[in-house]
């Protein structure tokens, strides 16, 4: 069974402008969560998505936003870039199902605003 | 709001040494309890999980950690760490009830010297 799937893999923007990164998650997962990775934060919660409706957010601006199609696939958009997004993004699938919570992850975008 | 504190965040040691990394979170609910590693160039993938039952919960490659829920800790050990263990190491807290949130520690990084 393929993995989790991230593109694309490295980003340089400006300031600025906007970026999208797409997820496709493991054949079968049905929730999408993503994830912004800096060094000294860890990983933080940015938001889920399960059946194409946002299930949870975490406490991001509105410049960050998502989306989930009906194949579950998902796309992340972050508008007006600054300085401060540069990090790695991670999606993460799961089938969905609340008894289990076990993540699969991607590899990561790697953005750089420069 | 919950949180996890990994006080650790650089840690070196010989190859065969004992291996024990901190995590503390606070959440007055019920939780469920995740350590995640991420070797140099690759995913972060899951080491082991608590969900309930046996508070000591063994994992992949030798790991294993203990839930004391009256101390909220959920430290990962290991009796004697390789060079191969080398990596960023990542405690995590799921949230019961509502819509299920994942919070992360900001990671503890592993350097074994062979």
């Known amino acids: 069974k393929a993995g989790v799937t991230q593109t694309p893999r490295y980003l340089i923007k400006t300031r600025g402008q906007q970026v999208t990164l797409s997820c496709s998650p493991i054949s079968g997962h049905r929730s999408v969560s993503w994830y912004q990775q800096t060094p000294g934060q860890g990983l933080q919660f940015l938001f889920e998505y399960f059946s194409e409706t946002q299930r949870n957010k975490g406490n991001f601006p509105g410049r960050f936003s998502g989306r989930q199609f009906s194949n579950s696939r998902s796309e992340m958009n972050v508008s007006t870039l600054e300085l401060g997004d540069s990090a790695l993004y991670l999606c993460?699938?799961?089938?969905?199902?609340?008894?289990?919570?076990?993540?699969?992850f991607g590899p990561g975008t790697r953005l750089t605003v420069t | 709001a919950q949180s996890v504190s990994q006080h650790n965040h650089h840690v070196i040691l010989s190859e065969a040494a004992s291996l024990e990394l901190g995590c503390n979170y606070s959440y007055g609910g019920t939780v469920n309890l995740f350590w995640y590693v991420q070797y140099p160039g690759q995913h972060l993938q899951l080491l082991l999980k608590y969900f309930s039952g046996d508070p000591l919960v063994k994992g992949i490659k030798g790991f294993e950690a203990e839930f004391i829920k009256s101390k909220f800790s959920f430290n990962l050990r290991k009796p004697s760490v390789q060079w191969s263990d080398t990596a960023e190491y990542f405690c995590a807290v799921l949230s019961s009830g509502g819509y299920q949130k994942v919070t992360f520690g900001t990671g503890t990084k592993l350097q074994v010297i062979p």
């Open positions: 993460a699938s799961r089938t969905g199902q609340p008894q289990t919570y076990e993540q699969y």
